[in-house]
Nanobody, 129 residues
Framework: QVQLAESGGGVVQAGGSLRLACVAS????????MAWFRQTPGKEREFVAG??????????ADSVKGRFTTTISRDDDKNTLYLQMTSLKPEDTALYYC????????????????????WGQGTQVTVSS
């Protein structure tokens, strides 16, 4: 079982940037596929970005594609997953979760939350207008 711990959330003004980090313990990131999801009260959990263990393929939600200029990345030596977010908007306010799946994912499958067996506790991102 892998434990995931997110950090990097906070309060930022609209147009600002944040970098979220997710440190994995209990096993190495390889061969895990990783993803970021977010959720606001009363809404379903939403896929944000994912990176597959296989060839590092990435995928992004349409709501963030092109806006998060520097995106999801992983440092397997540090067992850490990152999400760099720029040009943040108030609608990006949410609790952001890191998730891990042991194996490879595709651009489609990495978007499915129930695929992931390991989740962190989340880090809150609040974007003020």
């Amino acid at each position: 079982q892998v434990q995931l711990a997110e950090s990097g959330g906070g309060v930022v003004q609209a147009g600002g940037s944040l970098r979220l980090a997710c440190v994995a313990s209990g096993r190495t990131l390889s061969p895990m596929s990783m993803a970021w999801f977010r959720q606001t009260p009363g809404k379903e959990r939403e896929f944000v970005a994912g990176v597959s263990w296989l060839r590092g393929a990435t995928s992004y939600a349409d709501s963030v594609k092109g806006r998060f200029t520097t995106t999801i990345s992983r440092d397997d030596d540090k067992n850490t997953l990152y999400l760099q977010m720029t040009s943040l908007k108030p609608e990006d306010t949410a609790l952001y979760y890191c998730a891990a799946y042991v194996g490879a994912t595709t651009a489609q499958s990495m978007r499915v939350g129930r695929l992931y067996g390991n989740w962190g506790q989340g880090t809150q991102v609040t974007v003020s207008s």
